[in-house]
């Protein structure tokens, strides 16, 4: 291995056998384990701005970015700071603290969905889906939902049909261990198909409860919506009594600073949050209209809890988040640092004959490895995956750390400096030749 070369090395593959005798395929996520492309994974020993360093020594340029929450770049001295005084006084209570509704109160002025609202905190992405879905049919008295095919919303039982992201990366087209029952009220259409959701509300008309989607699809790669989708489904919804929720796990404070629903300019009745909303600590949250939220205990009939919820670490991280990100408004500077990536791309692709469709929206891109537009799950799954797995292999072998799925979002932080994408574009102008080649 060079020095830049970040596949697994001694040391990696050394712990990676370590953690396969007792972890179900070495790994705490299914796609951390590299099955699609090929190879072990590297193992990760510390993260600065814009890099990784592996337990081998090498230093990536990283473009997971924790799956989305490195926004500001890994390790920022204010937030890591925020977290160390807050870990001072104390690890987790299980009772209330005073930074939480300072929190709470700062997400309801900045989310649109959560103005004149209620937001409730839990502990990751796939809580907060869950819970709103629960909310969403309680207050409806609906069982039905409607999810888009490819969305990812968590591994919760009624969520795996058809979910994209790790499942799909996986080839699991749900998950065993969910019974028939789990799921028989979960409804498919494909995503930014309008006409679809309408003949399945008309179908089962009066027993949908909600929609529940990312506004931008980050979990089939970045597939963002159509125009006149999200107001298309904003007015379907209103018609038919139907709970509105946007998934912004991904897309909240990453889009925008009042995530995509503001960037779009529509509002949802719920949004559940995850990822950036603690810093990249394991915090979430759902929240939304005021007589929908009230249905939540201990003020109504729905139930739902956390020992951790509300965290003081989590709420610290999160805090400190949200003040760097309101004084220093990044978003126009990562956006044009994402055009620069992804035309660089495109035009290396072009110059190598390999064929290569771009998607970005802000700071979220994905490079398809074929010549078609993406719009959907099923455009998406046309991808040459031999391709993607031979790019992705080449980045790593020169520095480049990328999602090890077709399927995943890329993202870039304030930390991608002109320099970090130049080397990028480099080492993707060595890597595409490669990729050429081998696809003949």
């Known amino acids: 291995m060079n020095n830049s070369d970040g596949r697994a090395g001694p040391r990696s593959l050394e712990l990676f056998a370590t953690a396969s005798r007792v972890i179900p395929g070495g790994v705490n996520s299914p796609v951390r384990a590299f099955s699609s492309v090929g190879g072990k994974p590297p193992f990760i020993r510390s993260a600065q701005g814009a890099t ?3 337990e081998d020594g090498v230093t990536l340029i990283d473009y997971v970015g924790t799956w989305g929450p490195a926004l500001l770049g890994h390790g920022h001295p204010a937030v890591v700071e925020a977290v160390c005084k807050a870990a001072q006084d104390g690890l987790s209570f299980g009772a209330c603290t005073g930074a939480e509704g300072t929190f709470a109160e700062r997400l309801c002025m900045i989310v649109p969905a959560l103005r004149n609202g209620l937001v409730r905190l839990v502990n990751s992405g796939t809580e907060a889906t869950m819970s709103a879905l629960r909310v969403a049919r309680g207050f409806t008295g609906r069982d ?3 999810k888009a095919d490819g969305g990812y919303h ?4 009624m969520l795996l049909v058809a979910a994209g992201s790790g499942a799909a990366t996986m080839g699991i087209p749900g ?3 969910v019974p028939a029952g789990a799921v028989q009220d979960t409804l498919l259409v494909p995503y930014n198909d309008l006409e679809a959701v309408r003949e399945c509300l008309h179908t089962h008309k009066n027993q949908v409860a909600a929609i529940i989607l990312e506004p931008v699809a980050g979990n089939m790669g970045c597939v963002p919506p159509v125009a006149g989708y999200l107001e298309g489904l904003r007015q379907l919804c209103d018609r038919n009594g139907v709970v509105l929720i946007f998934d912004e796990v991904m897309t909240g404070f990453r889009i925008s600073l009042g995530g995509a629903q503001a960037h779009y300019n529509v509002t949802p009745d719920m949004v559940c949050l995850g990822k950036i909303v603690g810093g990249g600590l394991p915090v979430g949250a759902y929240g939304g209209r005021r007589n929908i939220m009230q249905c939540v205990a201990p003020l109504g009939p729905v139930y739902q809890a956390g020992t951790l919820s509300g965290n003081p670490l989590g709420v610290a991280a999160g805090l400190a988040t949200l003040d760097i990100l309101e004084r220093e408004k990044p978003y126009p500077q990562l956006a044009t640092q994402t055009v620069k990536l992804v035309a660089g791309l495109g035009a290396l692709a072009k110059r190598h004959g390999v064929p290569m469709s771009e998607n970005h929206v802000a700071s979220m891109f994905t490079g398809f490895f074929q010549a078609a537009k993406v719009c959907n799950y099923a455009d ?7 391709a993607f797995a031979c790019y992705h292999r080449e980045m790593l072998a020169r520095g480049i750390y990328l999602a090890p799925s077709q399927f995943e979002a890329g993202f ?5 400096d002109d320099a970090t994408i130049d080397r990028t574009l480099a080492a993707a102008d060595g890597a595409l030749k490669v990729v050429a080649q081998t696809i003949g």
């Open 52 to 54: 990784l360093t592996t």
């Open 412 to 416: 870039v932080s304030v930390a991608h």
């Open 144 to 146: 039905k939902i409607i």
């Open 154 to 157: 968590g591994h919760a039982d």
């Open 380 to 386: 998406a799954r046309q991808s040459n995956l031999e």
């Open 175 to 177: 998950s065993k261990g």
